[in-house]
C-alpha cells in the first residue's frame, strides 16, 4: 500500500499503556479452550451423529479459540492497521485458492477458507477504500484492459447464450479467477511481498506432494475428490480428479527445477532432487499424458536457459540429465513401461482416437463436437459457459460433453474475439517473462521470470488436461504471478541504482 495511506486504526486518547494479560491468564485460558474442545468432541462422538452435535462440536471451540487469540493478543491487534490485515489476506488468497474446498470444516464446505477470504477482502476493502483514500499507482494497465475487454465481450456474448443462468455461474467463476491473478499480482509491489507470496505456495506444493503420496500409498483422498478415485492409488490432492492434480505439477515444475539456479548450495540441491523425484513419482500414478509431455517440453528448454548461462562442466551435466529424463518419457509414453505404459502409451492413445474408443476417442470426438458448437454462432460465441450446453443439444449420445482443452473452451465460450484476448495476453507476458529473466537486477526476479516463462510454455500443453480450466485457480496464479514479476521489474527499474545484473549464487 502507498506510504502516504491512512489507517482506519486510530492511537487511542489515552497514552497510558494497557497492560498484557498474565501468565496465568494465558494458561486459563489455553487449559478452558482445552478442555472444552475435549468435551465437545465427546459430546459429539457419543450423541446423535446429527448436524447440530457436529456444528456445536466444531463451532464452539472454534468461538473458544478465537476468543482467546483475541484477549491474548487485543493489543496487538489493537495496533495494527487494517491494511496490514488486508495484505496478509491478499497474500494468502492464492495459496487458499488452491487448497480449495479441502480447507473448510465438515458439513460447511460451501464456506470453504477461500471464499470467505475473498468475502472479507472485498468488504474490509471496499470500506478500507472509503475511509482512508489511498493514492494509487497503477501497474499492468495493458493486462487489466485486455482481461476488462474480454469479459465485456463475454458478457456480450451472454446476451445470445441458450442458457443465460449457467453463463452468469461461469462469469461469477471468471470474475473469481480474475480476483486471484490480482491477488497475486499485487506482491509485486515489494519484494518482500513477493517473498512471502513464494513461501506459501511452496508450502502448499509441499502438502500436495505429501497428500498425493499418501493417496497412492494408503488408498485414502481427501473428501473433495471425486468418488471414483476411492480405494484406487489415483492421487487427486486439493483437486477433484488427477488431471487438475497433474496439470498443477506440471506447472510447479519449473520452479522447482531452476531452485538450483537460484541457490547453488548443497542443501539446496538435495531438497530440489527429493522434490523433483517425488512430483515425478506421484506424477506417474496420475497417468496424465498431457502432464507428461508438458514436463518433457518444460524439462528440455529448462536446459537450453542453465546451458546458456552456466559453464562447460554444468553444461555436460545438464545434457546428460536432460537426455536421461527425455529417454523416461519418451519410454513411457512409447508404451514400455508395464502398467505406466498403458497409461501414457501415445500408440494406444492413436489407436483410440482412430477406433472413437477410449479417452482417446471421447477427446478426439469433443474437439470436433466443440469446433462445431463454434461454428453454430459464426465464431462470435456460444456464450460464456454453454459450450458444454451446445455440445450436449448437438450430441445427445454424448456421455461426456467437457471439452477438456481451454484453448478451445475459450474458442468456443467467446468466440474469435475471445480467443484473441487470450492469446494476446499469454503471448505477451511470455515475451515480458523472457526479457525480465535476461535483463532483472535481481537475481530472484531473473530467476522467477525464466520459471514462469517455461511454466508459460508447459502450459500450452498442460492446460488440455483438465476438463474446464475456468475451476483451476493454478492458472490465474500463473498469470497473476507473471504479471507481479514485470510490477516488481519496473519498480527495480525506477529504483537507484540500476546496473548491471547481480549473479546468482
Known sequence: MSP??????????????????????TAALLVGAAVATVGLTTFALHGEASHIHLAIALGLPLLVAVVMFVVVAHDRLARLPVSRLLVVAIVALPALAILGPA????????????RVALGLIGLVGMLWL????????????????????????????????????????????????GAVAVATAS?????????????????????????????????????????IYAHRTIPAAFFLNANDFATYLALCWPFVLLLPYLRRRPAVVALTAVALLATVAVLLFTGSRTSLLALGVETAVAAVVIAATSGRRTRLAVAGLTVVALLGAGFLLAGRGGSFGNSFSLPQLASQVQSGGGSGGVRSQLQVAGLRAAASRWFLGVGPGNAEIVVARQNPLFTVVNLHNWWLEVFVDGGLPG????????????AQMVRVARNARDALLRYLGAATAIALVGFSVAIVGPSTAVKFPPMAILFGLGIAVLIRARREDRE??????EPMV
Open 4 to 25: 502516504t495511506s491512512r489507517s482506519l486504526v486510530t492511537e487511542p486518547a489515552s497514552s497510558s499503556p494497557r497492560r498484557a494479560p498474565s501468565a496465568a491468564a
Open 103 to 114: 480447507f473448510a470444516l465438515p458439513h460447511f464446505r460451501a464456506a470453504f477458507a477461500f
Open 130 to 177: 472509503i475511509l482512508a483514500r489511498p493514492r494509487w499507482h497503477f501497474e499492468a494497465t495493458t493486462y487489466a484492459l485486455l482481461f476488462g475487454a474480454w469479459c465485456c465481450w463475454l458478457v456480450i456474448a451472454l446476451s445470445w447464450a441458450p442458457d443465460p443462468q449457467a453463463g452468469a455461474r461461469y462469469l461469477l467463476l471468471f470474475a473469481s479467477l
Open 187 to 227: 506482491a509485486g509491489v515489494s519484494r518482500r511481498r513477493l517473498t512471502y507470496l513464494m513461501l506459501t505456495l511452496a508450502v502448499v506444493y509441499g502438502l500436495s506432494l505429501v497428500i498425493g503420496t499418501a493417496e497412492w500409498r494408503l488408498r485414502i483422498h481427501l473428501p473433495t475428490a471425486s468418488l
Open 419 to 430: 480467443l484473441l484476448f487470450f492469446v494476446t495476453i499469454y503471448l505477451l507476458l511470455l
Open 496 to 501: 537507484p541504482g540500476a546496473g548491471l545484473p
